[in-house]
């Protein structure tokens, strides 16, 4: 499964890179044919003829103005582009994204860097529009200085026109052309055990944490529902302990079945040891023995005892399984069905009724991105902000009562997202229990 995995994300890396170089090939031609281009017509013009060498240099001072408020365009839409493809037009700003991806958790400083090299290939651009410029002026007395200097505006006001429109270019094509896979024809059970679950990746760590820590105020003995629990069960572990019946629900037979094959012990069902044992760190355990790890796995298979298939999309999810439950956990749940920020508060208002007043709901959510990819294939989210998650459970949930964690984890960029969200809260209770 490791190897598979490791196949899968080499193959990702090949096709972004891939696809980087050939965009930076196609920028680097289309911006100089329109640069070159609108530095001669400006000079063929005549428009700046006679205007002298220094009012030439003010113009050309003004026309880098004007380049980098264009430039501010591209950079822009380059970063959403490297964030939700993990791609770019600039071989530099990718290498940069890249490399600090590996280094550091701060969103912050690796936009800036990613920014820095895409400037710095702009303008080693420039550089063969001087040495060509300012070359013939002194080669020959066909050009003069003041002409050179005029081309060079002209060429910097095409720049400026061709980077602002590729940055609205981009904006328009990341906002119609994501093509979202279908989950019943297109979703992979395998794929995504291979993708995401081959080790304790970092998002995935701080979901096991949080989870781990708020289930110790979960009340004990109840049964609790995971909602949308896909083919895994990482999510699970943490809680086994405090409750006395485990339900798990999803809306394909298909990961239902995958967890079926781990509580059945089938030899190819995934190996979950290494999230057991992260758990157990969690809780505090040090250094977990295979014992320990055993004793988990076999507590869980216990405590599974209902397999439901449901529907976010019906008013009734659970169907005629339909009953409140003391805690509820949905992770990468509605925000992973839908694109559309109006839908997933209407699959959240679904979730959240499943909870019983005073009862517990845990959330965690992919956080400001549109897809995220499983076998190179886009699955729908809808750009969600932990605004958009204190709104959504502000009006059931307590003040008080209610956490909510905004997590970047940049090394998931090659999955489309940066960000998780983290939520937990106890429901409020209706007046009259009070």
Same mark, same amino acid.
């Given at each position: 499964m490791a190897d598979l995995a490791e196949t899968f994300r080499s193959a990702t890396r090949i096709k972004k890179w891939s696809a980087t170089i050939v965009a930076n090939a196609v920028s680097t031609y289309a911006l100089d044919t329109v640069a070159t281009a609108a530095g001669v017509l400006l000079v063929a013009s005549g428009q700046l003829s006679g205007i002298g060498i220094h009012a030439a240099a003010i113009v050309l001072g003004a026309s880098y103005v004007l380049w980098a408020c264009g430039l501010s365009s591209s950079l822009a839409a380059n970063w959403r582009l490297l964030e939700m493809t993990g791609t770019s037009s600039s071989i530099l700003s990718k290498l940069a994204y890249d490399l600090t991806g590996r280094r550091t958790m701060r969103v912050g400083i690796r936009r800036f860097l990613s920014a820095a090299g895409y400037v710095v290939f702009e303008l080693a651009k420039e550089t063969p529009y001087y040495i060509g410029a300012f070359g013939l002026a002194l080669a020959s007395d066909a050009v003069s200085g003041e002409e050179a200097l005029v081309f060079?505006?002209? =060429?910097?006001?095409?720049?400026?026109?061709?980077?602002?429109?590729?940055?609205?270019?981009?904006?328009?094509?990341? %906002?119609? =052309?994501? $093509?979202?896979?279908?989950?019943?024809n297109a979703w992979s059970p395998a794929e995504y055990l291979a993708d995401y679950y081959s080790a304790v990746e970092v998002d995935e760590q701080h979901t096991i944490a949080f989870f781990a820590e708020a289930a110790q105020r979960i009340p004990a003995g109840e049964s609790v529902l995971v909602f949308g629990v896909g083919p895994t069960l990482h999510h699970v572990f943490p809680i086994t302990t405090q409750v006395s019946e485990i339900h798990l629900g999803d809306y394909l037979r298909c990961n239902l079945d995958e967890i079926s094959r781990w509580v059945e012990q089938d030899e190819g069902a995934h190996d979950w040891k290494p999230f057991v044992s992260y758990t157990l760190q969690c809780e505090g355990m040090a250094?977990?023995?295979?014992e320990d790890i055993l004793h988990r796995e076999r507590l869980t298979r216990a405590r599974i005892t209902t397999l439901l298939e449901v529907d976010i999309r019906n008013d009734r999810p659970l169907a005629d399984a339909q009953r409140l439950y003391t805690t509820v956990l949905s992770a990468?749940?509605?925000?992973? =069905?839908? =694109?559309?920020?109006?839908?997933? %508060?209407?699959?959240?208002?679904?979730?959240?009724?499943?909870?019983?007043?005073?009862?517990?709901?845990?959330?965690a959510a992919l956080g400001k991105?549109? $897809?995220?990819?499983?076998?190179g294939r886009a699955f729908p989210s809808p750009m969600l902000g932990a605004a958009d998650m204190e709104r959504m459970l502000r009006n059931c949930f307590p003040e008080g009562a209610l956490t909510i964690r905004t997590v970047h984890v940049p090394e998931c960029a090659q999955h489309g997202y940066s960000s998780i969200i983290l939520a937990a809260g106890h429901r409020r209770r209706p007046t009259s229990d009070k």
């Open positions: 060079l505006a002209g =060429a910097n006001a095409g720049a400026a026109a061709y980077e602002y429109g590729l940055g609205w270019s981009t904006r328009v094509l990341l %906002q119609k =052309a994501v $093509s979202y896979t279908s989950f019943e250094d977990p023995t295979w990468y749940c509605a925000d992973s =069905a839908t =694109a559309d920020l109006e839908e997933w %508060q209407l699959y959240m208002r679904r979730i959240i009724e499943l909870v019983r007043p005073g009862g517990t709901l845990l959330v991105t549109h $897809s995220y990819l499983v076998g």
